[in-house]
């Protein structure tokens, strides 16, 4: 088997899907719905369910970093 060129290689599968996406029609419309959810999962969704609690908590880094480093080295106390 021969070693291919990388260029060449990706130049070959731009190809393939440049001109897969240009014969769409259905897909295109599938692609952009898509998209959407994506947008809506990542940013909307971040932005309401997920608030910056660093940032609204502590003023300073060091502040930021001690509540971390406590939150992930505290051990769990079952009898409690």
Avoid: C
């Avoid at 996406?21 to 940013?43: A, S």
């Amino acid at each position: 088997m021969k070693n291919k060129n990388p260029i060449k290689v990706i130049d070959t599968v731009y190809r393939f899907y440049r001109d897969g996406f240009r014969g769409m029609t259905l897909g295109k419309k599938l692609w952009k719905i898509i998209l959407i959810k994506l947008f809506v999962m990542f940013v909307v969704l971040k932005l309401f369910f997920f608030p910056n609690f660093l940032n609204t908590s502590f003023h300073t880094a060091e502040e930021k970093a001690s509540f971390v480093l406590e939150q992930m080295t505290r051990t769990a106390n079952p009898g409690k």
